[in-house]
């Protein structure tokens, strides 16, 4: 589940894991495909094994 707050601000839920992660771009792992989120300062604020919230200033967000 992915739940966005205009392009500064989303919420995942039942992700599989992290794969990269810098201020630019950060992929993650769903149970069958893998989500992109590209744009600047990105941040993890919060995350559990169940869900992660990322904060920064999104351009694109690919599934893959």
């Not at 392009?7 to 201020?23: C, K, M, P, S, V």
């Not at 992929?27 to 869900?51: A, F």
């Amino acid at each position: 589940k992915l739940e966005l707050t205009g392009n500064r601000e989303a919420w995942i839920e039942n992700y599989r894991g992290l794969l990269e992660y810098t201020d630019t771009c950060i992929r993650i792992q769903g149970k069958h495909n893998q989500m992109i989120i590209e744009g600047k300062c990105l941040c993890i604020e919060y995350y559990t094994n169940e869900d992660l919230r990322i904060t920064g200033f999104f351009n694109t967000i690919k599934f893959c």
